[in-house]
């Protein structure tokens, strides 16, 4: 997360921000079966949100323009992209929101690649109205029937349903709680000696710091780290689950960054393994750089922060 | 691929479409270093591009709105989406376009989720101007060094750096050639035996459609297929190389569209197992259902394709 690349993603950032608005917001309206549209329609209303000359890549083409444009292509023209692409992307974001919390589903290993959430001690804070007894495990029906886990998947696996975004983070309202119960949030974790222990301690902790700060952003997921086998060679290895193949991650993250009064920033990152830890280990001894979690998950955290507010990265000043 | 899914990711498709290309010609503006606008700039194009009420997603929160602003939010509300996510998303599409072929790059593998091409008689011709053996293998720049695959990666790996996009696919120019050599394009590959014979007897194959269709449409890409081992439950196992852990897939998978005159389209699907496979082996023998490579892969392929234009699978009528 160098300086030079913060400024870069920061710009970068807000713009893909809003292709995948745009996107979301039109995905959703589909899955709703609101308005939907025909596609001369669709294409209308492309038409309206891309002006020439700035955006010209969903110009129409008539085969007048055609006729008179360069056979040969030197840069990813345009019409040359549409070309190819014309029959759809195999696939683009996968990004959902949920009433409370953000994620990315992994469409190959059935799990999220990140879930997003901010605390607050509002959100956190015990509520009469919202019984987390009454939440069931539910698969999402948003996502397509080939890439969508089931309760059947995780049945007698001995990997619990473990919550990327914990519930009790969310205790605002019934459907916030509820949200994170939809197995999109979740990915196979060992019971008992992880999920009902180290990681629950885990959570408890990021969920007192709003105690402190009034404001938490967490970013939590999964890991798929190498390890090096006797022929000198380094692998990665996780078993899959049930029917859909869902992956039991060998490791997990959680990327926390918290916001004081001030606008000072402390961020905090942690790497646990999916396996029994003993109730005695130290929380502390799971920290590590938050670009080591980056290089292994593909991933980028927090890269609108600026780096002036930062203060401490695992307790240690910047 | 239904065909109430295939009509309904019809319609997505062509809004995601839209969504890629402002992120990724405003993201090429950045790379490029071409009109580099302040962030003043950058929100007042936003706020151009997204109109009111259909957009709201980017419509600026006063304080003095935010005050009125119900505090439970019972769906996912733009407000408390930019909320969530007020410190950047860790990750949104990967697709990049090259002058000949777009790519998905898989930030965690450091190989592509996908890449796509269009072939047609003329792209594929014998070019006196392009010279193969003047390109050379390069990382891709444009790619955050953290996720980026490199030479040394390969190097004494025992594993050839494979093309996905061929070479020989893109003739129409030598940079078409060239940037088929970006690292971005490449996965290990075994050498003897696969990249050099088998996986080149299929892209021939690939090549040799257009001289009975004008158009083909091609998406190749890795696998890592899961296999039982002795304990009965299910693992995915795969090498990693070089110090950026770029992973060596199990299988690879070819996706082709044959689009003749008559708008007939004609539909094959291979899956090759990463090994030695002997000369005397069949192409046909490694045809597979395309869904099976879709629930594998996570991937969605030729959604936009109308199923009615659709004749053959694999040779067998539809």
């Known amino acids: 997360m160098s300086k030079k690349w913060l400024s870069s993603m920061l710009t970068i950032g807000s713009v893909a921000l809003s292709s ?6 039109r995905e959703k309206q589909k899955l709703l079966g609101n308005g939907r549209l025909d596609s001369k329609q669709q294409l209308e209303l492309l038409h309206k949100h891309i002006s020439k000359p700035a955006f010209p890549l969903f110009a129409t083409v008539s085969a007048a323009e055609l006729a008179v444009m360069p056979e040969v292509n030197l840069t990813a023209t345009p019409l040359r992209i549409s070309q190819i692409m014309k029959y759809g992307f195999p696939s683009l974001d996968n990004v959902r929101s949920y009433s409370d919390f953000v994620l990315s589903y992994d469409r190959r290993n059935r799990v ?16 009469e109205e919202v019984d987390r007894a009454k939440c069931d495990f539910k698969a999402d029906e948003s996502i397509h029937p080939y890439f969508r886990s089931q309760n059947s998947d995780y049945f ?22 509820e949200d994170t ?12 000696g992880f999920n009902r222990d180290a990681w629950n ?46 992956a039991v991650p060998t490791h997990f993250y959680k990327v926390v960054v918290a916001e004081s009064t001030d606008g000072q920033l402390d961020m905090e990152a942690y790497i646990m ?32 922060v600026n780096k002036k507010q930062l203060v401490k990265i695992n307790g240690k000043k910047v």
């Open 112 to 127: 999220p690649n990140w879930v997003f959430e901010h605390l607050t001690p509002l959100s956190v804070a015990k509520n």
């Open 156 to 177: 007698r696996s001995g990997f619990d349903r473990g919550h990327m975004a914990a519930a009790g983070n969310h205790r605002l309202h019934q459907k916030h709680c």
């Open 181 to 192: 119960f939809f197995l999109t949030n979740m990915a196979p974790q060992v019971g008992q």
């Open 20 to 25: 995948y608005y745009y996107g979301a917001y």
């Open 201 to 246: 301690r885990l959570e408890m902790y990021v969920r007192k710091l709003t105690k402190i700060y009034p404001n938490i952003y967490v970013c939590t997921g999964p890991l798929y780290l190498p390890h090096r086998e006797d022929d000198g060679k380094n692998y990665i290895k996780y078993q899959v689950i049930g029917t859909n193949n869902v």
């Open 273 to 304: 393994p999916n396996q029994v830890i003993s109730d005695d280990t130290p929380l502390q001894i799971f920290q590590v750089p938050p670009e080591s979690i980056e290089r292994a998950a593909g991933l980028l955290f927090f890269d609108k």
